[in-house]
């Protein structure tokens, strides 16, 4: 099941802020997929379930939460913050508020209806084995503050809040972003419960100096850096990463895959030139997670996470085209 809604959508222009993810690559990818499959339709958005303070709070500090739902002027240095809106000297950077449509508060309305979108798509996948939310992967969200373009971390939110409700006890989060997952991993450290695994850009992030006693340094549970010019080793070493997991920790309940596009060589953001893979390697990066997860029957949910320019909705969709095919090649079998 796909799960989409343009109302999800966090159209970036809106509010002046100039980061090249395109207002409308969620939007591409499921009228793409509506060219093969007249069947989809947009997900109901008043079906999207409410994210509580309660349900941040099993995630996030309640300083920091007090800070985004107080005062203006504290959302909107959190927002610049998280979002890189202000350079080293103060001045803005990517971001123009002259040209803001809507307020800093209307953002945040929308980045916790993602939240509840992706705790909903998850909870579908857990009885129907697949789900993939155009939206969300907010992995670099820590328990003190946002980064990196992630004001709050949709993906263990999701985790905790299914776990308080008894339905999963175990999770593992794989993210083959192309900056490591390292919110995740500072939220999951001392979490024996959630396993996390991020392949990544060895160089380049994070962009922060400092000292690896730093939260942003904090390992996931399988930590695989891609060095420059390795790109042909990647599938490779994502494979040796998956049997790793399957060999050392017990098979989860549920699995979140972040998703990014931002791997790919056409990505317009300056931080992913590290890691330049083509089209088809990133097909195969998909398509070997999913039938991995797939022979081992763990419910599988995806979240798109970054993916920057014109050209990122074609990662996506190449993906949810081969699971549409696949799937329509099983039912024809089954049906035999």
């Known amino acids: 099941m796909i799960f989409y809604h343009p109302d999800l959508d966090f159209r970036f222009s809106e509010y002046g802020i100039d980061i090249p993810i395109v207002d409308d690559r969620a939007f591409s990818v499921f009228n793409h997929l509506k060219k093969i499959d007249p069947s989809l339709s947009y997900f109901d958005?008043?079906?999207t379930p409410k994210i509580t303070m309660s349900d941040l709070l099993l995630v996030h500090q309640k300083d920091y939460l007090d800070r985004l739902f107080g005062s203006e002027a504290e959302l909107e240095y959190e927002m610049l913050s998280c979002y890189e809106l202000i350079d080293q000297t103060g001045n803005y950077h990517r971001y123009n508020p002259k040209l803001a449509e809507k307020k800093f508060k209307d953002a945040l309305a929308v980045i916790l209806k993602q939240i509840g979108m992706t705790y909903y798509s998850t909870k579908f996948s857990l009885d129907h084995g697949f789900s993939y939310f155009l939206g969300g992967g907010m992995h670099h969200a820590m328990s003190f503050a946002g980064r990196g373009f992630c004001l709050l971390n949709d993906i263990v939110i999701t985790i905790r809040k299914l776990q308080k409700e008894n339905l999963i006890k175990t999770a593992w989060v794989i993210d083959v972003d192309a900056h490591k997952g390292d919110g995740t991993a500072e939220l999951t450290a001392?979490?024996?419960?959630?396993?996390?695994?991020s392949v990544h850009m060895k160089e380049g992030w994070p962009l922060d100096s400092g000292s690896v006693r730093d939260p942003w340094f904090i390992p996931c549970n399988v930590d695989i850096g891609i060095d420059v010019g390795e790109?042909?080793?990647?599938?490779?070493?994502l494979r040796v990463g998956l049997n790793e997991l399957d060999k050392n920790y017990p098979r989860p309940d549920v699995v979140i895959i972040v998703n990014g596009a931002d791997p790919y060589e056409f990505d317009e953001l300056p931080s992913t030139e590290k890691l330049k893979l083509t089209r088809?390697?990133?097909?195969?990066?998909?398509?070997?997670?999913?039938?991995?997860l797939l022979d081992r029957k763990i419910p599988q949910s995806y979240v798109m996470a970054g993916g920057y320019g014109k050209k990122s909705w074609e990662i996506y969709f190449q993906f949810l085209k081969f699971v549409w095919e696949s799937s329509s090649k099983r039912s024809e079998i089954s049906s035999r």
């Open 231 to 237: 790109e042909s080793e990647y599938l490779n070493k």
């Open 190 to 197: 001392r979490d024996p419960s959630i396993v996390t695994m």
């Open 45 to 47: 958005p008043n079906l």
């Open 280 to 292: 088809e390697q990133l097909l195969d990066r998909d398509t070997l997670i999913y039938n991995f």
